[in-house]
DNA sequence: TCTTCCACGTG
DNA sequence: GCACGTGGAAG
């Protein structure tokens, strides 16, 4: 039943999605006339309907939560995890068909922010997006049947506000709003995608959107991760004592550190206003996801909504897309890059995201770096590896080692980048770890921390690299953006040009990018953007 | 605003 | 016992 309602909702979804992405992966260049992407995987493939496959966010009450007073995610040098995490059920995929699942950030509108009067306002326009990455579980590729065995867990997802990131972590601007996005993407004989006919479908849960900051700005906030996450205990007790704070002070009772003070008082005030504010929570639309329901945004009112932008969306928003063929195809051959590291280490594959704003969403797929994937992010450890992919859960789905490309998405603005400067990812920088090999980056090796990228962040930099580059399609242009990106770049400022450094394993490097983002599909911005306007998240 | 260090917790 | 994830405080 749920199905049922679910395909058909999907499918309008998607419908639009396509509609929407489409525009995103043009953007940049002239978009051919979205109608004429095709549909929705037009392709005919063989299995997938990757249209499919239904996705439900793991404790998406907690999401809510956050949500409702306005997420915020810490983001530092080294990289920090989200919490919450983003994890999800996964159904409805092909037992057998192999997929890669992958999560990329992108600005949810173009703003900088700043949290004045307990409540989240504009400040000014958004910095220039930075080059997108994506990351991908580590288990990819796997079969449909390992995706759907268990919870996909993506907690290993580290962000970070450092440009220069070795380690292959999310990288974003502080203040600014953004909103994960998850890609399943059917992969292809060589276990990458980007080949044609490669479908892929995004879902977007606007309840994951969040601001990035330094520090926590709203004491509701600070509160939902102390109260939700493990790794936060130390800091629980009494809301009024705070047994921590009173340890460091040394007291016995609760200190009153100005912050705590202004915390309880925050609180308080959250809390009254919170119940002042509106009423309902777009709630609804996540339900209405669930449920199948064509999204029907009512949100308009949500608070939530009010707060993040846009997206109206009920909870999710998906894209399906198929790659048309001609259009690009990554190859995935791995060849990583950057890793030298051969065989051992896993390959991993870096994914560019789009920086745009919205829902560009589609990830195209660079190149293909192998690079192994350390950390399992699902299971537990599980590397996959190794040569194959990850073995983890279960070897039986997993498909060979991937590769990975790297998609580029678009970026919402050209810019991307940083600033134009040819990113070196990972090489460059790595100064701190100075144990990582320096130039030449290596995959496995040694390095220091392990990057996400164990997880799988990619960037993009194929070109550089010599990787494969995804062809650009022409038409595909408008359905799949995917390869576009990757030439442009290339062509382009080729932003990236490696530079022999070399950057830990995981990462190779990332071209960044830029996908351009902005994302002009109705629907899409429908779903996210909006709002700009007020974004505020009040929470309070 | 951001970075670094800290104590404490999980795993 | 160790590595690492946390938020707070101090800088």
Redesign the pocket.
């Known amino acids: 039943m749920l199905q049922e309602k679910v395909s058909a909702v999907t499918d309008g979804r998607m419908s639009r999605v396509q509609d929407a992405i489409q525009p995103d992966l043009l953007s940049q260049e002239p978009r051919p006339d979205l109608s004429t992407a095709p549909t929705v995987p037009s392709a005919s493939e063989p299995n997938q309907n990757i249209e499919n496959i239904k996705v439900v966010l793991h404790e998406r009450e907690l999401w809510k939560k956050f949500h409702e007073a306005g997420t915020e995610m810490?983001i530092?040098?080294a990289g920090?995890?989200m919490?919450p995490s983003y994890k999800v059920k996964l159904t409805g995929m092909n037992p057998k068909t192999k997929y890669i699942l992958l999560i990329d950030v992108v600005p949810a509108d173009d703003h900088r922010y700043?949290?004045c009067d307990n409540k989240w306002m504009v400040a000014g326009k958004a910095e220039p997006a930075m080059p997108g990455r994506l990351y991908v579980h580590p288990d990819s590729p796997a079969a449909g049947a390992h995706w759907m065995r268990q919870l996909v867990s993506f907690q290993k997802l580290k962000l970070t506000?450092?440009h220069l990131d070795p380690f292959g972590h999310i990288i974003l601007n502080?203040?600014h709003k953004y909103q994960p996005r998850l890609h399943i993407v059917k992969a292809d004989e060589n276990n990458a995608f980007g080949s044609k006919n490669t479908a892929y479908c995004t879902h977007v849960f606007h309840e994951t959107a969040f601001i990035s900051?330094?520090?926590?700005?709203n004491h509701k906030i600070?509160q939902l991760?102390?109260e939700n996450?493990?790794?936060?205990?130390?800091?629980r007790g009494s809301e009024e004592a705070d047994?921590?704070?009173s340890?460091?002070q040394g007291k016995e009772y609760p200190p009153i550190?100005k912050?705590?003070v202004r915390?309880r008082l925050i609180s308080s005030h959250n809390h009254l206003a919170g119940k002042l504010m509106t009423g309902h929570p777009q709630v609804l639309s996540s339900y209405q996801y669930e449920a199948g329901l064509p999204l029907a945004n009512s949100d308009s009112q949500d608070p939530i909504s009010n707060h993040f932008p846009p997206s109206r969306d009920p909870g999710l928003l998906y894209h399906c897309f198929k790659h048309r063929d001609n259009s690009r195809h990554l190859e995935l051959g791995c060849k990583r890059p950057f890793l030298e590291t051969p065989s051992a280490v896993s390959e991993e594959h870096y994914f560019r995201s789009a920086p745009s704003y919205e829902p560009s969403l589609l990830p195209r797929p660079y190149h293909n770096e192998a690079f192994s994937a350390r950390e399992a992010c699902m299971y537990g450890g599980m590397e996959a590896e190794s040569g194959s992919g990850a073995g983890d859960v279960d070897d039986v789905n997993h498909s060979p080692p991937m590769n990975r490309s790297m998609w580029a998405t678009m970026p919402p603005y050209p810019r991307y980048t940083v600033d134009g400067v040819a990113y070196q990812p990972f090489a460059a920088h790595f100064t701190n770890t100075a144990a990582v090999t320096p130039v030449v980056p290596h995959p496995a090796s040694t390095m220091a921390?392990r990057p996400q990228s164990d997880l799988g962040v990619f960037n993009s930099a194929p070109a550089q690299r010599g990787l494969p580059v995804i062809s650009p399609p022409p038409s595909a242009s408008s359905c799949a953006p995917a390869t576009l990106a990757p030439r442009d770049r290339s062509d382009h400022a080729g932003p990236y040009h490696k530079k022999p450094g070399s950057p830990p394993r995981p990462h190779r490097d990332f071209s960044a990018y830029p996908s351009q983002g902005a994302i002009r599909e109705p629907s899409f911005q429908y779903q996210m953007g909006l709002n700009s306007t007020g974004t505020h998240w009040n929470d309070s």
């Open positions: 810490i530092t040098k920090r995890r919490f700043k949290f506000n450092n502080s203040m900051v330094t520090s926590y700005q600070t991760k102390i996450n493990p790794f936060a205990k130390g800091f047994p921590r704070i340890r460091l550190s912050n705590s915390q921390p």
